[in-house]
């Protein structure tokens, strides 16, 4: 069942509200909408068991606990995919008890003609437990990006093991995100292998974000990065002033928003 809202969008407990109503059986959102299902039930009545699918970034071991207690699903979908893979190749399927480990929940096992490599810097597998970048194969693949031969050259490389596939002229997608393999055969997301981040699916380079501060003439050195607030992820930034500046976050904000988008 979907369920549309003609005048904008649902907030959380009219979305909750909607569910109940119309007897919604299985929801998707995108992961920080999910957690604000969660903190929206966890202060009021108890939804109806139901199960849910999310994606769109990475779900913190805090909320999948939060969205476990509050929720109480009968099943939850995490779905991971950049958009150059299309949708979804990988899928983890869990229980709201199920034990998250590490510091984000993992992002499952290949789907259907989908293959999932985690390799070191020389394109090798590394074993369980070890960090390395993921690669993604198999069908759905992107061409490549419009007009950017470079950066499509980086991005999707040669598949150096045709014989797993049984295709030869197959190519991977470098992820860039940073991964390991679990003993059961999952893959753990770990973080990025670059300075992108992503926040309610949309991607983020934070060198851009502290370009754009220290164009500023008050700002001597700037950070940004994640962190976890009490709403979900944030996007926050440090600055250290220019000598004899006087700080302004207000005017800061101001100029920011000029040059990046909300």
């Keep these: 069942c979907v369920v549309l809202k003609p005048d904008g969008l649902w907030t959380p407990r009219e979305a909750l509200d909607a569910m109940e109503r119309h007897g919604v059986t299985h929801a998707g959102f995108p992961t920080a909408y999910m957690h604000q299902l969660a903190l929206e039930a966890a202060s009021g009545p108890r939804p109806s068991r139901r199960s849910y699918s999310f994606g769109g970034e990475a779900l913190s071991r805090e909320s999948f606990g939060l969205i476990g207690r509050a929720l109480d699903p009968t099943l939850l979908i995490n779905g991971y995919g950049p958009t150059e893979t299309v949708i979804s190749p990988l899928v983890w399927r869990a229980r709201a008890g199920d034990a998250v480990e590490g510091a984000y929940a993992p992002i499952g096992r290949a789907v259907g003609d989908r293959r999932a ?76 292998a670059d300075a992108q981040v992503k926040l309610r699916g949309f991607r983020i380079e934070l060198g851009e974000v502290e370009a754009a501060l220290l164009a500023q003439e008050i700002v001597a050195g700037a950070a940004a990065g994640l962190r976890q607030g009490p709403a979900g992820p944030m996007l926050v930034a440090y600055v250290v002033t220019a000598a004899g500046a006087e700080f302004d976050p207000t005017a800061l904000r101001a100029e920011l928003a000029r040059r990046l988008p909300d």
Excluded: N
């Design 117 to 192: 490599y985690i390799l070191d810097a020389a394109l090798q597998p590394v074993p369980v437990g070890v960090t390395g970048e993921l690669h993604l194969g198999g069908d759905a693949l992107a061409r490549g990006y419009l007009g950017q031969a470079g950066q499509t050259a980086d991005r999707f490389i040669p598949d150096p093991f045709p014989e797993l596939s049984g295709r030869e002229g197959g190519r991977l997608y470098r992820t860039g995100d940073l991964a390991r393999w679990r003993a059961d055969g999952t893959v753990e997301y770990l973080g990025r």
